[in-house]
Structures are given as C-alpha cells and as structure tokens.
C-alpha cells in the first residue's frame, strides 16, 4: 500500500469536511421540516387551521421519514 501525497491527504480531508458540513445541513433542514408538520399537527399550534386532508399527509410524510431513517440504519 503505497502512502498518500501531502495534496492527496489535503484533498481528501477537504472532501471529509465538506461532506461533514452537507450532512449536518441535511441533519438541519429535516430536523426543521418535522418540527413545522408536528407544529401543524398540534391543535394547540397550527393545526386548528390544517384540514384533515393535510394532516394525513403530513402523516404519511412523517411516517415515510422514520422508515427511511430506520432503513438508512440498517444498511
């Protein structure tokens, strides 16, 4: 195995980073998106001015999201 050059190991560590960064941006704008359709669903909140049609599918969204997840776990 032959060892990485000084600008290879900089590359990479700059791709690492910015992966990193897109991750938790990614982490950020999902985080954000559950907490508005939970606030829709919350009567106390929004949610007395969402119909029944929205609320199922924020549902369904909602739902959808933590199979993804589970599924992105366990791969």
């Known amino acids: 195995m032959t060892s990485l050059q000084s600008t290879e190991r900089q590359t990479l560590k700059a791709h690492i980073l910015w992966l990193g960064t897109e ?3 990614s982490r950020l704008q ?8 939970k606030r829709m669903l919350n009567p106390e909140d929004l949610g ?3 119909s029944n049609e929205v609320r199922a599918s924020i549902y369904q969204i909602l739902i959808e999201d933590s199979h993804n997840e589970r599924d992105a776990w366990n791969r």
């Open 23 to 25: 991750l938790e941006k």
């Open 30 to 37: 999902c985080r954000a998106k559950t907490e508005l359709l």
């Open 48 to 50: 007395h001015a969402v």
